[in-house]
C-alpha cells in the first residue's frame, strides 16, 4: 500500500469522479451517484436528489485541476478547498474501518465532503513528494485521469479499454510490420 487506505480509497473515487466526464460521460443519474457513493464507502448525508447529483458533477473539472496540478500549485488549491469548506481535521472510526479523519461533519453535503476527503488525500500525495502517481492516460484518444498505485509505477492507462484499445492497435501494427 502506497497510502493509508483513506488516501487511496479517496484517490480512487476523485480518479472515476473527474473520468466520469470523459466519454462515453457516466454518473448522468441518481442511481449511479448512488453506485458511486457505495462503491468508494461514503458515509454520513447522501440525498439522493438530481440537485445533489449536479453538485457533485460540478466538482469534476476541479478535482482534475487539482490531481494534475504541480505540487505548488496543487498547495494553493488544498488550501483554498478546505478554507472554503472550513474544514477541521478530526480522527473518526465508523464500520468498517478504524480511526481516521475526516474534516467536515458528516452532515455536510455530498459534494462538499467529496471534495474535502479529496484535498485531505492530496494532502498526503504532496507531503510524500508522490505526484508521479497521477497522469493523464496514454491512449492518445482519451483525456482520463491515471492514479498509479502499484510498486513499481507501470500504469498507464486509466482503464482497461484503453489499455486493451492500445494493445490491439500495437498486435496490428506488429503484423503490418510482419514482426
Known amino acids: 500500500m502506497v497510502f493509508a487506505h483513506d488516501t487511496e480509497e479517496a484517490l480512487l473515487a476523485a480518479v472515476a469522479l473527474v473520468n466520469s466526464a470523459e466519454p462515453p460521460e457516466t454518473l448522468t443519474t441518481v442511481?449511479?451517484?448512488?453506485a458511486f457513493y457505495d462503491r468508494f464507502g461514503y458515509t454520513g448525508r447522501h440525498d439522493g436528489t438530481?440537485?445533489?447529483?449536479d453538485?457533485?458533477?460540478a466538482l469534476r473539472q476541479r478535482l482534475r485541476t487539482l490531481l494534475l496540478a504541480e505540487r505548488d500549485e496543487a498547495v494553493e488549491l488544498v488550501n483554498a478547498i478546505l478554507g472554503e469548506a472550513r474544514a477541521v481535521p478530526q480522527l473518526?472510526?465508523?464500520?468498517p474501518l478504524d480511526w481516521h479523519i475526516?474534516?467536515?461533519p458528516p452532515q455536510a453535503p455530498l459534494a462538499v465532503r467529496v471534495g474535502v476527503e479529496t484535498a485531505m488525500a492530496m494532502i498526503d500525495v504532496i507531503r510524500a513528494d508522490e505526484h508521479g502517481r497521477l497522469g493523464v492516460c496514454a491512449d492518445d484518444e482519451c483525456a482520463g485521469v491515471v492514479l498509479d498505485?502499484?510498486?513499481n509505477r507501470s500504469k498507464r492507462f486509466c482503464s482497461v479499454t484503453?489499455?486493451?484499445?492500445?494493445a490491439v492497435a500495437a498486435y496490428r501494427a506488429r503484423q503490418a510490420g510482419g514482426e
Request: contains cysteine; proline residues 0%.
Open 31 to 34: 442511481a449511479e451517484l448512488d
Open 162 to 166: 484503453c489499455g486493451n484499445r492500445n
Open 50 to 53: 438530481r440537485t445533489e447529483l
Open 149 to 151: 498505485l502499484s510498486r
Open 92 to 95: 473518526v472510526r465508523h464500520a
Open 102 to 104: 475526516h474534516a467536515v
Open 55 to 57: 453538485e457533485v458533477r
